[in-house]
């Protein structure tokens, strides 16, 4: 049985596997994290708390429980120095909806990290009905923490606005290349101001309809 959990300048598969704390060998895994660590501050602050614990995640596509977008099962690997986990998340969408996901099974791993007392399969349960609201799901019992989700929601909004400023910088770079052969025709800059808010209007409206809902990511204990 296996645990399923998950300011750098390199590319996260540049970096020495030695110092990382968050592994994968997928390219569709690496490219999320290093969407993560460039996009997003909270992502970067979970990656580095990791990598300074005694805590080492192994990420991989999920394969199995359709219905949750990550999952973490309750075992976990003690030997020597380090604990070992290992996380699955969904693999296909947008990075946009997948690095938020990947970012709440992250939190999940950090809060083993802050409990030293967490070493095998019972320890990583009792941890987990202390922080986590417990519910079924599917024939296994799950937990779910609110720190969790909160990462999922700031990281999701990071991504966002992210997204939101390189948008505004490709309009105000077009507006600078432009604007010598346009500034003798006002209704062409006004054309170009109206665009850039409709960016920004639409942008923040994504935000807001983010917020009403996310996909499931939970810690399971799969059903023997």
């Given amino acids: 049985m296996w645990l399923l959990v998950l300011a750098m300048v390199l590319p996260f598969s540049a970096q020495d596997s030695a110092e990382r704390h968050v592994r994968a060998t997928e390219p569709r895994i690496l490219a999320l994290v290093d969407a993560g660590l460039s996009r ?69 791993a950090v809060e083993v990290a802050q409990a030293p007392e967490v070493r095998d399969a019972e320890s990583l349960e009792r941890a987990f009905v202390r922080l986590a609201v417990k519910f079924g799901c599917g024939g296994t019992t799950c937990y779910e923490t609110q720190a969790a989700k909160d990462v999922e929601h700031i990281v999701s909004d990071e991504l966002k606005r992210t997204r939101l400023q390189r948008a505004v910088t490709d309009r105000f770079t077009a507006f600078d290349v ?21 960016v920004l209007g639409g942008a923040e409206g994504e935000l807001n309809r983010s917020r009403r809902g996310n996909i499931p990511v939970l810690l399971c204990r799969p059903s023997r």
Avoid at 43 to 56: G, H, K, P, T, Y
Avoid at 178 to 198: I, K, Q, T, Y
Wanted: cysteine-free; overall charge positive.
């Fill in 40 to 108: 997003s501050s909270t992502f970067r602050r979970l990656v580095e708390a990791l990598n300074v614990s005694d805590v080492i995640v192994y990420v991989e596509p999920k394969r199995t429980r359709q219905g949750l977008g990550g999952y973490l099962a309750h075992h976990i690997v003690a030997q020597g120095d380090h604990r070992y986990l290992r996380i699955a998340v969904e693999t296909q969408g947008s990075q946009g909806r997948l690095v938020p996901l990947l970012a709440h099974e992250l939190q999940h």
């Fill in 178 to 198: 432009n604007h010598r052969a346009h500034r003798d025709h006002p209704r062409e800059v006004s054309m170009f101001w109206l665009g850039a808010l409709g």
